[in-house]
């Protein structure tokens, strides 16, 4: 259970973290609409404050648009996780297995689907049901959840654009510990030729 | 026994002021004792005395788990904004006397703390042995790979919990979760549905099985600590004590109603035949008054026998009031002028001999070890042997000797028939009852509603709430044990579900018995498993480092650890605590513990054969398959002896006062008569037998009975008044007793009133005309030879068709189609479509002898709803043919016009789509064995039968147009067809267009 737990936090931030993936948030930050898929790579940046430790990871992601995500993690550890509106499996390269959640099964998710949907669809009205927004500086958006239940995992996140505001450059994610979760979003492409069993689980 | 009549009357004349004040001293004392009996509507009370049910039936009242009440509160909007008013309205019922465990938020609201919590309860929980399964090592990188995935709010888990030690628990939570199919929206830490618009507290009330008042009492509390309900917000109580509320107010005012309608039934007898020049005889109203006056001295001799009487005998007691008013009825007819007593005297033989065979019935009753049917034998045969005492003795001593007797203008009712045509007759009346036994066995129905009284209202109310509450699926079976205290209650369940390990999932409390808990914590704070845990820190740290962790980073684990041997109270975490209250309570007077499984018939098997031979010591299975069982088995089972009994004993008594074959048979052919009826009219109406139904047909051997025995007396006696009349009057008093049965809601009642209203009927025709003495024919105490009459020989097929065709009647040759060997294939089927609102587009093909006419056939179907919205299109034009619901049908401008069988078919398409895509939720049916295919029933009549060849749906009924429905290639292919049409309409389903999703498995899209 814990590690669906952090199955569900991490589908969570996953897709909160699209570079592409908004439409219109708040007083004009545009995103891109036409697109169908869109990559990068990512660096993750893990700070742990009681520890005074710090995590890099590395890897790189895909989204469809309103459809599937996958993220893939290079270093330290190798795997694969892809997540569709049903389920999320995970794929540990080390050991060849693979995970397979169904959100009917983890109810959890649905908390975490539910600030997704907000997250996606950009809608001020809907963000503003679940966070507070405040834009802190040009192409900078502040977002403090009200909800209790997103409260527990996260104080705060920024989502920082590119200058013309149409990619999603940066996420930082505040946690109630004071622990830190940094993710850069590098070498953005749409709809870059995918090979064809890109989003095949467990993958080749 | 003549002359001892006669000598009777002669006592009771001489003696009159004498008799009639110990019959009045009897009177006072009966009523004395009532007025201290207690009654009861316990529904264990309608079950056999068998080990099994008995200790069913102690464990449910010693565990007290049909006490339970949950309070549903339910807003148009969210109810989360009242839930300070919630939290005050559980402490307000807690402080109701009585009421325990009361219970609205069951967590804290930080579910990570309650997660971290888990850790400082291992020491008890789990002996340290546990450790041998940790591996610092694979702890470490999994410590680091969960590092690498976004997640924020995770950390402080990770580090409590590096060897996922607490997941056992978790499991055993998911598990309990899963079989019980609760449902609540987590992110709230109370009962809080996942639409956010109702709320829900639970509490013990602490009431004991069947006690009404208390009942009341609680919910009157109840409803006063909740009041004032805030603006829009309702409130329901959902509860077992319901039923027992609901069934006390069914059976009282079933009561009333059956016995006003059979005081009404009297009364209009009275006046409309006992008069006297024009004037009521106001003397008859001794009639009903001995039946009733036998019938208090009956129930208070009950008082000394029973501690307790049940209402449901009450309720017949109206029934068998009217049986003993028959004995009066005749009484009064033959007390006429100077020969009264001469007339009366010969009445006794055929009343003894009515009154002996419908009491031998009642013993039989008896010897179906049914506590609620021992004390309707005892108050049966009681009141009516002293009914028939008192009618003899002292009744005709009350009546008005001068009065002529009324007659009734009855039509001779003689008829003769050419032998051939006889048979023929009794062989077709042969076959319908054959038939219609076998249908009315096909839909009997022995489950536990068959037995409930309880008002639609409440089961409405109760399957709303278990469709907002549970998930869709099979519901949970409780094995429940009770012990003095909750440790021996939970040892005495496992002793039990031990046997099931491995066999089915049984999900059982989560956490182990208090004694074993403090025995593991004791074992951590020994030395050896001290230093184990410190020789685990140390290959910890270690480990840490080797994956580039802080050698520190498990240390909120080994700090937990250490706090949870160390510390002495022995609460356990939020997230245990109140599951394991549910599951192990203790109580004034004792404790009980449960396990839960699925609701299914391998489960109730496996489970019901360990507490077999567990020797079900204070444990049982409780649920609804379990009673199912019980009643098929156990009622099902005795009812074919004791009807089979019934019959030889009326057979055996009729045998040793008539001597003679023919007048035997003549005495059973009212028997036969009723039976048959019953069955044909059973048959095609398809009415459901019941338990009830079952021994009411068992009774009717001994009342029907009666009226051959009056029709071969007066046949054979010289003396024996003239018995059409009172015949009549008798059977219309016990009919009206009977019928006034058939406006109760409660289905035992019903059952019985159903079976004897027609049954009586019956037999008083058939007793009128074997009473007929034949033009020219002499009784045959008058010395002439009479022809021996052939009828009755020819109602031997019937007899041997009646007691021997179909007898596997829910017996234990049954199968429900649940536990047949296809039952998952059509339990598959039936699951073929979502719950949630879809789409189906499909070409339709219908076939009309000699012709075919395909569309496009596009709808959309709402589950939920109910409501499916269809339109049919020409495939080459694009014309519109027919729309549903509005049905507007044909289009002249389609380029090939459809049949007239399609827009026929279009009218009746919204019910047949209904048929296939929302049939979802089979209810079982006992089917015998013999026949080839499985049958589930709907609650709106559809049967649906499983063959070798594919799934047939059909209507259950008689003489109703039949259809069915086929399906093929998992679902894709439909096949409607209406076979006395000749017509068959076929759905190819395919799939429709984007954003929706697609179903792998019937290749269905459907929308969500």
Request: hydrophobic residues 45%; positive net charge; proline residues 7%.
């Amino acid at each position: 259970m814990p590690h669906r737990l952090t199955f569900s936090a991490l589908l969570f931030c996953l897709l909160a973290a699209l570079p592409g993936g908004g439409t219109e948030i708040g007083d004009g930050l545009r995103g891109a609409a036409e697109y169908r898929v869109v990559t990068a790579d990512f660096r993750q940046i893990r700070r742990l404050k009681e520890l005074g430790m710090e995590l890099t990871i590395r890897g790189s992601m895909a989204s469809e648009r309103n459809g599937r995500l996958r993220w893939q993690v290079d270093s330290p550890t190798r795997s694969v996780t892809l997540i569709g509106s049903e389920t999320l499996r995970h794929f540990d390269r080390e050991t060849g297995k693979t995970a397979v959640i169904r959100k009917d099964s983890f109810p959890w998710l649905r908390i975490m689907g539910d600030a997704m949907n907000d997250w996606l669809t950009g809608d001020p009205e809907r963000l503003a049901r679940r966070f507070k927004v405040s834009r802190p500086s040009p192409g900078t958006l502040l977002l403090a959840p009200t909800d209790p239940g997103l409260q527990q995992f996260c104080r705060s996140v920024e989502l920082s654009f590119s200058p013309d505001r149409r990619e999603l450059r940066k996420i930082r994610i505040d946690e109630p510990s004071g622990d830190e979760l940094e993710i850069i979003f590098l070498n953005v492409k749409r709809d870059p030729p995918l090979p064809p069993d890109f989003w095949r689980m467990p993958p080749e | 026994m003549k002359r001892f009549a006669e000598q009777l009357l002669r006592f009771t004349r001489r003696h009159g002021p004498g008799c009639a004040a110990a019959v009045i001293l009897l009177g006072l004392l009966s009523g004395a004792a009532l007025l201290r009996a207690r009654f009861t509507n316990d529904v264990s009370r309608l079950f056999p005395d068998t080990p099994e049910s008995r200790a069913t039936f102690q464990v449910l009242r010693e565990t007290r788990l049909a006490d339970t009440v949950q309070l549903e509160f339910l807003s148009e909007r969210s109810i989360v904004r009242h839930e300070a008013w919630l939290d005050r309205t559980a402490g307000r019922i807690a402080a109701i006397p009585g009421v325990r465990n009361v219970l609205f938020r069951y967590r804290s609201g930080d579910l990570l703390s309650e997660l971290e919590d888990l850790t400082g309860a291992i020491p008890r929980m789990f002996p340290p042995d546990i450790l041998r399964t940790c591996d610092p090592d694979a702890a470490a990188r999994s410590a680091v790979k969960q590092l690498a995935f976004p997640a924020p709010g995770g950390m402080r888990l990770l580090r409590s919990q590096p060897f996922g030690i607490e997941r056992t628990l978790l499991l055993r939570l998911k598990n309990l979760d899963e079989t019980t199919g609760f449902l609540t929206a987590p992110e709230h830490p109370c009962f809080v549905s996942r639409d956010g618009k109702r709320a829900m507290i639970i509490f013990e009330s602490g009431i004991e099985l069947g006690d009404a008042d208390a009942v009341r009492r609680l919910f009157a509390a109840v409803r006063e600590a909740a009041a004032p309900l805030p603006e829009g917000v309702k409130m329901r109580i959902v509860s077992g004590c319901s039923h027992t509320l609901g069934n006390e107010e069914t059976l009282k005012r079933d009561a009333t109603v059956a016995g006003s309608v059979s005081l009404l039934f009297f009364l209009a007898i009275f006046f409309a035949f006992y008069r006297r020049g024009g004037a009521p005889d106001w003397r008859a109203l001794w009639i009903p008054a001995v039946p009733l006056y036998a019938s208090l001295l009956a129930l208070g001799l009950m008082t000394l026998f029973f501690r307790e009487i049940c209402l449901y005998v009450i309720g017949l007691g109206s029934c068998i009031t009217g049986l003993a008013i028959d004995q009066g009825i005749h009484v009064y007819a033959a007390c006429r002028g100077p020969e009264a007593e001469k007339r009366v005297a010969a009445l006794v033989k055929p009343m003894t001999l009515s009154a002996a065979t419908s009491i031998l019935v009642f013993v039989f009753l008896a010897l179906t070890g049914i506590c609620a049917y021992r004390q309707l034998a005892f108050f049966a045969g009681t009141s009516l042997a002293l009914s028939c005492f008192i009618a003899l003795a002292l009744l005709p001593h009350l009546l008005d000797r001068d009065r002529p007797a009324a007659e009734l203008p009855l039509p001779g009712m003689r008829f003769r028939l050419p032998g051939a045509a006889r048979l023929l007759l009794c062989a077709a009346v042969a076959a319908a009852a054959g038939f219609g036994i076998r249908a009315l066995l096909r839909n009997a129905d022995f489950s536990l509603a068959s037995l409930d009284g309880t008002p639609a209202e409440i089961l409405r109310e109760e399957a709303e709430f278990r469709a907002a509450w549970r998930k869709a699926g099979p519901s949970a079976a409780v094995i429940a044990a009770a012990g003095p205290t909750g440790d021996a209650a939970q040892q005495r369940l496992r002793s039990v579900t031990d046997r099931l390990e491995g066999r089915i999932a049984v999900a059982g409390p989560p956490v182990p018995p208090r004694s074993e808990r403090r025995r593991n914590r004791g074992m951590w704070r020994s030395d050896p498993a001290r230093r184990e845990i410190a020789e685990l820190e140390t290959r910890t740290r270690a480990a840490c480092l080797r994956a580039g962790l802080p050698a520190n980073f498990f240390d909120p684990f080994f700090l937990r650890l250490r706090a949870g041997i160390d510390g002495g109270g022995d609460g356990l975490p939020p997230l245990l605590e109140h599951v394991s209250r549910r599951m192990v309570r203790e109580h004034p007077g004792g404790a009980s513990a449960v396990a839960l499984m699925a609701d299914s018939p391998e489960n109730a098997r496996a489970a019901r054969e360990a507490l077999r031979r567990q020797g079900f010591r204070d444990c049982a299975l409780l649920s609804k398959e379990a009673f199912h069982t019980i009643i098929r088995e156990e009622l099902g089972g005795r009812f074919r002896v004791l009807f089979a009994l019934s019959v030889l004993a009326a057979l055996l008594l009729a045998a040793a006062v008539f001597r003679n074959f023919t007048d035997v048979l003549r005495a059973l052919t009212p028997v036969l008569v009723s039976f048959a009826l019953l069955a044909v009219l059973g048959g095609a109406t398809g009415f459901r037998a019941t338990p009830a139904a079952a021994f009411a047909l068992v009774l009717l051997t001994g009342l029907a009975v009666d009226y051959g025995i009056y029709a071969v007396c007066r046949r054979n006696d010289p003396d024996m008044p003239e018995v059409r009349t009172p015949v009549v009057l008798s059977a219309v008093t016990t009919v009206a007793g009977a019928g006034a049965l058939l406006v109760s809601k409660h289905p035992a009642l019903f059952g019985t009133g159903a079976v004897l209203a027609p049954g009586i009927a019956a037999a008083c025709l058939c007793g009128l005309a074997l009473a007929s003495r034949p033009a020219g024919a002499a009784p045959k105490g008058s010395g002439e030879k009479k022809k021996p009459h052939s009828f009755p020989t020819a109602a031997l097929p019937l007899l041997f068709v009646l007691l021997f065709s179909g007898g596997g009647c829910a017996g234990k040759g049954a199968v429900s189609p649940r536990e047949a060997a296809a039952a998952e294939e059509i339990r598959e089927r039936l699951r073929l479509y979502p719950d949630t609102p879809f789409t189906v587009q499909g070409v339709a093909r219908l076939e009309a002898p000699g012709r075919g006419f395909t569309f496009l056939l596009g709808a959309e179907i709402d589950p939920a709803a109910g409501k499916i919205r269809a339109a049919a299109v020409h495939p080459g034009s694009g014309v519109l043919l027919f729309r549903i619901p509005e049905a507007e049908a044909g289009s002249p401008a389609a380029a090939s016009p459809p049949p007239r069988e399609l827009l026929r078919t279009a009218r009746n398409l919204s019910d047949a789509l209904r048929r296939i895509f929302l049939h979802k939720n089979p209810e079982p049916l006992a089917v015998s064995q013999k026949q080839e295919y499985i049958a589930v029933c709907s609650a709106d009549g559809v049967e649906t039968r499983l063959h070798p060849w594919g799934m047939e749906r059909r209507r259950d009924a008689w003489f109703s147009p039949s259809w069915r429905c086929e399906y093929r290639d998992g679902g894709k292919e439909t096949v409607y067809r209406i076979p006395e049409r000749g017509v068959s309409l076929r759905l190819s389903i395919r799939h429709t267009g984007s954003g929706e999703k697609n179903d792998p498995d019937t290749g269905l899209r459907h929308r969500r």
